[in-house]
């Protein structure tokens, strides 16, 4: 009786855990312990020169560092100069120390009179101020000062330097490092593009509690590249707090749905942009910061509405556009890259993409409602393209994810591959946009030169349309796929037939321009009968002396033989002189030689190189920095930790 009992309440217990047994996930939420999400937004119309443009934001102080695919080379913004100047100096005084130190101060003394005769004043005063002073006063500061060396001082300050700006150029050698893995040599030697690292933003996240450290703050760096087609991505990163479920990330992975708190922005962009806008400097939100930091003020602007990284996307838009003064279209497009670098839950890939697939169409589609998709829905989704099984990738035209499934923590040139191809694809897809828009701008009717112009810029973008510039074949296939579902097909067919209507009114204003020099040739050739008509001259002499003795027939008759030859040599000059200027070639203006944007930094420009080539797909591979030639070959630079986008 007691084993009937013991059996029945084994079976009612079993009924009653059977769903959890089936479905272990029933009210299990996917979370996330680190996530990055890349926001990059392209914009522009118009062709534009990238070194032009890096100049007036290097000079107006909106970027830090510019950088060429050419060869590499971090070149830094006027204002270091004044860095400089403290590294020649340190470097001075650290000769003068080992010339007193030698017994050769006199002639150093001679080979920097200026600058000897600085030393010897601070050195006085400094000494009359040690003479009046107490010993109570004097602190252990000054006695350590006084016993360390002047040369070990002033080096250890140039190194500083130069370490502070190794990290400042660190981005842009990263990016450089990769993409010349990724592009062909010729496409990045013809220079099509500058890169540059703009003065970076501080921000905390809304929506959060204050106790998420990047919630609460964090640093972004923004990140600028100027196509030589007008076409500019600017890309801003940012952190999402640790232990975000699905349906918290999902909104932030759209740049309306990203709100800000508060945020700290550099006065140079802050005034750029007021003035782009008309506002008053005086009505600025916020306030100024009591500290200088990196050479300028921060104002600190807390939003009792919380804004969104659109308004930040918007504020560095119009202070590019006012200080280099580009065309920056009425249009522009925004394209995440979620990059997922730890799970929070099922940390197999097997396991999570099982339990948590509803979750991942909605990160897929950035829709919150992914629980009730339909199948027709679920099959437009992009497969995953990664060919690693250490991660994940899905590339879609309106976003993409990236899921690293070793839970090892990951480093912006981690990211780089993806983020490559994501502007690639934008490149492509907004010079396609930018030549529609000009074309629809130009009208049914363009004149010859806008129709010239517009010739050259559809058949440019078409160029690199059809050209891929990626070296990898499964590369230039993701980007075609992209195109393919953006619509870019389409809008090159259409582009296709514009560009014949194009070609149909070149054609026909050179029919005109042929016309007129048909009809130059025609009195060039009646010119040319009357010319050589002139040896029957002598007939023409037998009629005149039967004119009148006066005027000018009177002189033909008496020159006789002579008046025909004058007459011939000057009908002669006029044609040669006509010929002469109609065939001589038309001046064409030299190519002025592009002088670099950005300031050369004389310790060098960092440079990305891999630690092990032959095992690429290694866990623990990764990059490593070290000066060119003029910096310090001993010293390497770590492409992740601090130096990480966002």
């Not at 050698?173 to 933003?201: D, G, N, W």
């Not at 200080?323 to 009425?330: R, V």
Request: charge should be positive; hydrophobic fraction near 40%; aromatic fraction near 6%.
């Amino acid at each position: 009786m007691r084993l009937g009992r013991v059996a029945e309440v084994l079976r009612r217990s079993r009924d009653r855990l059977r769903p959890a047994l089936e479905n272990r996930d029933r009210g299990h939420v996917a979370t996330f312990g680190e996530a990055v999400v890349y926001f990059t937004f392209v914009f522009g119309s118009a062709p534009v020169s990238p070194h032009a443009v890096a100049e007036r934001l290097l000079a107006a102080e909106i970027a830090e560092t510019v950088t060429s695919p050419l060869d590499g080379e971090v070149r830094m913004a006027p204002r270091y100069r004044e860095l400089v100047r403290v590294i020649r100096d340190a470097q001075r005084l650290a000769e003068a120390s080992r010339a007193v130190t030698g017994g050769h101060w006199a002639g150093w003394a001679r080979k920097h009179p200026l600058l000897a005769a600085q030393l010897a004043i601070s050195l006085l005063s400094r000494k009359m101020r040690s003479t009046t002073r107490r010993p109570a006063d004097r602190n252990e500061d000054d006695e350590v000062d006084s016993h360390e060396d002047v040369e070990t001082k002033m080096l250890r300050v140039v190194d500083e330097v130069n370490e502070s700006v190794a990290h400042r150029q660190a981005l842009n050698a990263i990016q450089h490092a990769r993409e010349r893995e990724m592009y062909q040599a010729a496409y990045l030697e013809s220079e099509p593009y500058l890169r540059l690292t703009l003065r970076r933003v501080n921000f905390g996240l809304s929506g959060f509690s204050d106790q998420d450290k990047l919630a609460e703050g964090q640093q972004g760096d923004v990140l600028l590249l100027v196509h030589r087609s007008g076409v500019l991505q600017l890309t801003i990163a940012v952190r999402m707090p640790q232990g975000l479920n699905t349906d918290q990330l999902i909104p932030r992975t759209i740049a309306s749905g990203v709100g800000l708190r508060w945020t700290e922005v550099v006065e140079p962009v802050m005034e750029a942009a007021s003035r782009k806008g008309g506002y008053d400097p005086r009505r600025w939100p916020g306030n100024w910061l009591a500290e200088i930091q990196e050479g300028t003020r921060w104002r600190r602007i807390v939003h009792a509405d919380p804004a969104s990284l659109v308004d930040l996307f918007r504020l560095y838009q119009d202070a590019i556009v006012e200080a280099s003064g580009i065309d920056p279209g009425d249009e522009w497009f925004c394209h995440p890259l979620v990059c997922v670098d730890r799970l929070g839950c099922c940390a197999t890939e097997v396991l999570w993409t099982r339990r948590h697939r509803e979750e991942l169409n909605g990160i897929l589609l950035r829709y919150e409602g992914y629980r009730g998709l339909r199948e027709s829905a679920r099959l437009k989704l992009p497969a995953d393209s990664s060919i690693r099984d250490r991660d994940s990738v899905w590339h879609g035209h309106a976003s993409t994810t990236l899921i690293s499934w070793d839970q090892e923590r990951k480093r912006f040139d981690n990211h780089l591959s993806a983020l490559l191809l994501v502007e690639n694809f934008l490149l492509q897809y907004w010079q396609l946009r930018a030549v529609n828009a000009s074309l629809e701008a130009a009208g049914t009717q363009p004149t010859g030169t806008v129709a010239r112009d517009l010739q050259r810029r559809l058949i440019f973008g078409l160029q690199e349309f059809h050209r891929s510039a990626l070296a990898y074949g499964d590369a230039q296939d993701t980007v075609r796929a992209l195109l393919q579902s953006s619509g870019a097909e389409r809008m090159r067919a259409l582009l296709g037939e514009r560009l014949a209507q194009l070609g149909s009114i070149v054609a026909a204003e050179r029919a005109e321009r042929s016309a007129a020099r048909s009809t130059a040739a025609a009195v060039a050739a009646f010119a040319a009968a009357v010319v050589f008509g002139l040896p029957a001259i002598d007939q023409t002499f037998t009629i005149i002396k039967a004119t009148p003795d006066n005027g000018v027939a009177g002189w033909l008759t008496e020159a006789g033989a002579a008046a025909s030859f004058v007459a011939y040599l000057g009908v002669l000059a006029a044609l040669l002189v006509a010929l002469v200027l109609y065939g001589l070639p038309r001046r064409r203006p030299r190519p002025r030689r592009i002088r670099p944007a950005g300031l050369e930094w004389p310790g060098g420009t960092i440079r990305v190189v891999r630690r092990d080539r032959r095992d690429s797909e290694k866990t623990g591979e990764g990059s490593a920095l070290k000066p060119t030639a003029g910096g310090r070959e001993g010293q390497r630079w770590p492409a992740g930790s601090k130096d990480d986008v966002g």
